[in-house]
């Protein structure tokens, strides 16, 4: 591969000694002290001589046909080296997350949401190339929006917002006989629930640098979840062989799913092709509103049948998935909102219809939950109004429906492994309540010390949330990841060169690659090399699946070179032992003892292994009755909220947050926890703060101002019980982390704002309006 022309300023390096420790310690992170001290290099901080900026042309319209584009007084504008259009896209016009190639480059005909690229502009500095944007002349035929997702499933042909038509997906689950069941019920309850659009708010916005290389190809320094799929994307719109584009991880400031889909690559690279020079594109927090998907608005009907004490006959759930202009992740979120439709319970007869649809909405894709999020507030809310109707507590009627070994999902997959559901319900129930209001201290109250109140007129509520979430990628999907490592000697001292794709996107992968190799191959001295697709696919970082999939993948070729080392030792001692193991640097028999240090045995030789890691085959889901083995591996979490609401103002504080979660086996503590902490904070923020308000197609709030997330006023303390029950098909056991918590820690928070107020709140986030209008 050509090398690029220069490298950048501010290029990721090689990330060397990550700690120390192996599997179940916790080693700190090699990045968290720059981070802290604001000396990592994100995307954003990259930099290279002679490079111009990139800018974007937006829709300000929900639907508009271009009539026409005249780049005429942009490109006059001094400083200004290209205005490229979709005239200028040399190849492929469209693009697609999971190969759907519906997405435009660079719109042309149509748009379809606010925020659709429409030219792109490179300049000698960031102000000249949006000023010479502000310049380019479109001429719009504005169109009447299609916002209204349920008009769609209606009569997807005529409100065909694209030319796939208006229904992406329709996902049936059919168990047993819901009619049937519905008339032997004691009790039927049901409910309308909405859940508005969340944005990952990714505090570091979407950057990168893209450099001609000397070659024709690329060389391109991005923020992003997936480089191979990027690449899969960006190959046939540039017109290059994949061969000829370079990826390397740059800083990533956050993701939750939110840079799965492509932003600036494509962008980029049409700019640097071009130009012949190298180019950054940085968007500022506005734009970075509309550069990525966000978390699909759901509409959701339920009805549940039970008998008097509280045991489910039947459900009866429609899902209605608002995915925007674009397929994106909705095809697999719809199926995730299916297969999980109803939750870890036993319900001997389902009818769920699952819809994601398109609309001129903003584009919707994955995001931390991915299509359980909010099916999970619905049946969670279904609980409480079943335990209500039954008159039992919250928890009892969870108990007696929780699925156990050997039970089945909705779709018929039968559950392996993990921790029995009621036994975590026990656990959370029996932890201690945080103390009673005092009201003596302000910032203990809702409204803190703005002194909204002093006490007067706040009631204390609790609630409870259960959720499951499926890891790694699911429906027959052939996922897998790959690692090479490298043993050698440097500077006298055995060393462990670890190499993967796998984006370290904040949750603390390349500490645990690091962990690994320590565990497999008995060495201290353990190094990261920089991410980039100079080495096999490693999947995305998303779905919880690195631990587990990139986890995988290095432990198998760390294995690989520990026999090849064991052989060589073998080899230069002499005889066959057949019981040699590595540890502490030392190659031991378990007859004979120590035989030799790896620096003995290793010498000159080179040690390095490719091996690719599989997880175990799933199946698609039945397009009638759903039913399939469609899951790799299931993860439960529990939550438990304690809030204090002020009734007569409809402010909330979350008092206390306690979690019960099934992790498998350990890994890292430190980075569990943290995990556990920061799935719940996002849970909390859709339950009382995070949506995009969205009239007619227009994003009414796109700014950190306006669009609130949560701070450390605002996240509680919480009292964690992490479980261990190991799943066989895993390695070392493990069960992805980061999800299942931002499931259960939503519903948890809007049922405890239910018993403090008695409002049936059927919408989150529960905004202040809702309390004090009492409406639902």
């Avoid at 208006?166 to 009619?179: C, K, T």
Wanted: net charge negative; with cysteine; hydrophobic share 40%.
């Amino acid at each position: 591969m050509a090398a690029p022309i220069n490298a950048p300023v501010r290029a990721p390096g090689q990330v060397a000694a990550v700690g120390r420790g192996g599997v179940g310690d916790s080693p700190l992170r090699p990045d968290g002290a720059q981070k802290v001290a604001g000396e990592f290099a994100y995307s954003s901080d990259l930099w290279m001589d002679g490079m111009l900026w990139g800018a974007t042309l937006r829709s300000p319209h929900a639907r508009a046909r271009i009539v026409s584009i005249d780049i005429g007084p942009a490109l006059a504008t001094p400083g200004v080296h290209a205005v490229l259009t979709h005239e200028d896209v040399p190849g492929r016009k469209v693009y697609g997350l999971d190969m759907t190639w519906d997405q435009p480059v660079l719109a042309f005909g149509e748009v379809r949401h606010q925020g659709e690229p429409v030219a792109l502009v490179a300049a000698d500095h960031p102000e000249i190339a949006r000023r010479a944007m502000e310049r380019i002349g479109v001429e719009w035929e504005v169109l009447e929006p299609i916002t209204d997702a349920r008009a769609v499933i209606a009569d997807p042909e005529r409100n065909r917002v694209q030319e796939r038509g208006g229904l992406a997906r329709h996902q049936p689950v059919r168990v047993g006989d819901v009619e049937q069941a519905r008339a032997a019920a004691a009790v039927v309850v049901s409910g309308d629930f909405q859940v508005g659009i969340q944005d990952q708010a990714f505090l570091g916005p979407e950057s990168g640098l893209a450099v001609p290389g000397e070659d024709g190809g690329l060389d391109l320094y991005v923020s992003t979840q997936w480089m191979h799929n990027d690449l899969k994307q960006l190959a046939p719109c540039l017109g290059l062989d994949e061969s000829q584009i370079r990826m390397t991880l740059a800083g990533v400031g956050g993701a939750f799913g939110g840079r799965e889909d492509l932003s600036m690559q494509i962008h980029a690279g049409m700019l640097a092709l071009h130009t012949g020079k190298p180019i950054k594109m940085s968007y500022n927090r506005f734009e970075s509103f509309f550069g990525h998907v966000h978390r699909h608005p759901a509409e959701m009907r339920y009805e549940y049948g039970a008998t008097e004490d509280g045991r489910l006959l039947y459900a009866d759930v429609e899902i209605v998935l608002d995915g925007g202009a674009y397929t994106s992740a909705t095809l697999n979120v719809t199926g995730n909102a299916a297969s999980l439709g109803v939750g870890p319970y036993e319900i001997p007869n389902i009818r769920i219809d699952a819809y994601g649809v398109y609309t001129n909405n903003p584009p919707c894709g994955a995001m931390r939950g991915f299509g359980a999020v909010q099916a999970c507030f619905a049946y969670e809310s279904m609980m409480d109004k079943v335990a209500a109707a039954c008159g039992i507590s919250p928890v009892e009627v969870r108990r007696r429906n929780a699925v156990s070994q050997g039970s089945k999902l909705a779709t018929g997959q039968v559950i392996r492994s993990p921790a029995p559901l009621a036994g975590m319900l026990d656990r959370l129930e029996a932890m201690p309540m945080p103390p009673a209001l005092d009201a003596s201290d302000l910032r203990d109250l809702p409204g803190g010390v703005s002194q909204t109140t002093h006490g007067e007129g706040v009631v204390r509520g609790v609630g409870y949330g259960v959720g499951i979430k499926n890891i790694c990628f699911s429906e027959g999907f052939d996922d897998y990841s790959t690692a090479r490592v490298r043993l050698e000697l440097v500077g006298g001292e055995p060393s462990v060169l670890v190499h993967t794709a796998a984006a370290e996107v904040g949750q603390g992968l390349v500490t645990l690659e690091a962990q690994i190799a320590r565990t497999e191959l008995g060495v201290e001295r353990v190094a990261i090399h920089p991410a980039d697709n100079r080495v096999g696919d490693a999947g995305s970082s998303s779905a919880s699946r690195q631990s587990y999939m990139t986890g995988g993948a290095v432990k198998t070729a760390c294995e690989a070179v520990r026999a090849e080392l064991l052989a060589l030792a073998e080899r230069r001692l002499g005889r066959a032992f057949g019981d040699l193991i590595v540890t502490g640097g030392k190659i031991v028999s378990r007859s004979a003892g120590v035989l030799a240090s790896i620096e003995e045995i290793l010498g000159d030789e080179v040690i390095e292994e490719t091996r690719e890691y599989h997880h175990r085959p799933t199946t698609g889901m039945d397009p009638v009755t759903g039913q399939g083995d469609s899951h790799t591996q299931l993860a439960l979490c529990v939550h438990r909220a304690v809030v204090d609401v002020d009734v007569e103002l409809g402010l909330v504080k979350v008092v206390e947050l306690a979690a019960v979660q099934d992790v498998g086996k350990i890994i890292n503590r430190l980075s569990l926890e943290g995990q556990i902490h920061g799935g719940t904070a996002q849970g909390l923020g859709l339950a009382v703060m995070e949506e995009i308000v969205v009239t007619d197609g227009l994003v009414r709030n796109p700014s950190f101002t306006d669009y609130l997330i949560p701070t450390i006023l605002d996240m509680p303390p919480m009292r964690l019980d992490i479980l261990e029950n190991p799943d066989p098909d895993a390695p070392y056991g493990l069960r992805g982390a980061g999800e299942p918590p931002t499931l259960s820690s939503t519903p948890a928070i809007a049922a405890a704002i239910r018993d403090a107020t008695g409002l049936a709140l059927t919408r989150v986030p529960v905004r202040p309006e809702h309390i004090t209008r009492a409406a639902p």
